[in-house]
T-cell receptor, first 111, second 112 residues
Framework: GDQVEQSPSALSLHEGTGSALRCNFT?????VQWFRKNSRGSLINLFY???GTKENGRLKSAFDSKERYSTLHIRDAQLEDSGTYFC?????????????FGAGTRLKVIA | EAAVTQSPRSKVAVTGGKVTLSCHQT?????MYWYRQDTGHGLRLIHY???????EKGDIPDGYKASRPSQENFSLILELASLSQTAVYFC???????????FGSGTRLTVL
């Protein structure tokens, strides 16, 4: 939605390289989640952050509520990392625990 | 492991027909959500619920109804399906604020 701007919209990476995805928010968000939609169409939870950074294997995510952004870093990309990545942010102001999604980043990892 | 199950996995419906999408969760979560995803777009919230027998409108509720007969079950109803409702529909549950969203596998709906 308009509250979440996700970039880039598409990305190609060679195996073994890395890059960063970013979500900018137009308002203060309470928390952010990152998902990957795999080839079967399932949404896989990657991270949930209320603040700070988290790391899991080759993935690392950061969330700065005050500066209104979140990032997802991928290093040493592998073919199985291909898919569409979404960030989803919980609006601090709604009070109804709703998440607003970015439009997604289509990642293609090539050999 | 949290579990959200959607049915059917895919469906073809005719314009003007009634469609019901079902979602069942075994997470003991209070919150359940229905989202739709269109190609090239993020997920948009249709309806959600934070307690049985009560539903709330999301950001794009027009043309959809929802039903939460129990904590575990949440249905999305298209009384008069239209071509524009062709999309992939995702159900999710969460424990509320500061809680992770858990998604079902999605339902691909095609309206002809």
């Amino acid at each position: 939605g308009d509250q979440v701007e996700q970039s880039p919209s598409a990305l190609s990476l060679h195996e073994g390289t890395g890059s960063a995805l970013r979500c900018n928010f137009t308002t203060t968000m309470r928390a952010v989640q990152w998902f990957r939609k795999n080839s079967r169409g399932s949404l896989i939870n990657l991270f949930y952050l209320a603040s700070g950074t988290k790391e899991n294997g080759r993935l690392k995510s950061a969330f700065d509520s005050k500066e209104r952004y979140s990032t997802l870093h991928i290093r040493d990309a592998q073919l199985e990392d291909s898919g569409t990545y979404f960030c989803a942010a919980e609006d601090f102001n709604t009070g109804n625990y709703k998440y607003v999604f970015g439009a997604g980043t289509r990642l293609k990892v090539i050999a | 492991e949290a579990a959200v199950t959607q049915s059917p996995r895919s469906k073809v419906a005719v314009t003007g027909g009634k469609v019901t999408l079902s979602c069942h969760q075994t997470n003991n979560h209070d919150y359940m959500y229905w989202y739709r995803q269109d190609t090239g777009h993020g997920l948009r919230l249709i309806h959600y619920s934070y307690v049985a027998d009560s539903t709330e409108k999301g950001d794009i509720p027009d043309g959809y109804k929802a039903s939460r007969p129990s904590q575990e079950n949440f249905s999305l109803i298209l009384e008069l399906a239209s071509l524009s409702q062709t999309a992939v529909y995702f159900c999710a549950s969460s424990g509320g604020s500061a809680e992770t969203l858990y998604f079902g596998s999605g339902t691909r709906l095609t309206v002809l």
